[in-house]
């Protein structure tokens, strides 16, 4: 079964960067994509960046285009978020979620069977 552990949340102030982890267990999948998803208390769950392995792709959304950066580490099974020049509007729930049917559709979060349990990110200004 598939399992997925998120860390490396925290709490920084505007400016600052955090690196988030995602590590995958029980993924027998040939391909696959991997996505970061954010939500805040009352707003939709909204997509982030997807990395589809084996091509290593990666698409991100616009509103962190230039500050944040998917990449992955397939030895170790782990997916990562480098955030930098964080914002107070990057505060968010993050969560990481994976799936092999996601097509271009990435950012759909209707698209995803496995999640995990997510990691707060707390940006101060």
């Known amino acids: 079964q598939v399992q997925l552990v998120e860390s490396g949340g925290g709490s920084v102030q505007a400016g600052g960067s955090l690196r988030l982890s995602c590590k995958a267990s029980?993924?027998?999948?040939?391909?696959?994509?991997t996505t970061w998803f954010r939500q805040v208390p009352g707003k939709e769950r909204e997509g982030v960046a997807v990395i589809y392995h084996p091509s290593r792709l990666t698409f991100d959304a616009e509103p962190v285009r230039g500050r944040f950066t998917i990449s992955q580490d397939t030895a170790k099974s782990t997916v990562y978020l480098q955030m930098d020049r964080l914002r107070p509007e990057d505060t968010a729930m993050y969560y990481c979620?994976?799936?092999?049917?996601?097509?271009?559709?990435?950012?759909?979060?209707?698209?995803?069977?496995?999640w995990g349990q997510g990691t707060q990110v707390t940006v101060s200004s």
């Open positions: 979620a994976v799936d092999s049917r996601i097509s271009d559709s990435w950012y759909r979060p209707s698209a995803y069977q496995h």
């Open positions: 029980g993924l027998t999948y040939i391909s696959y994509g």
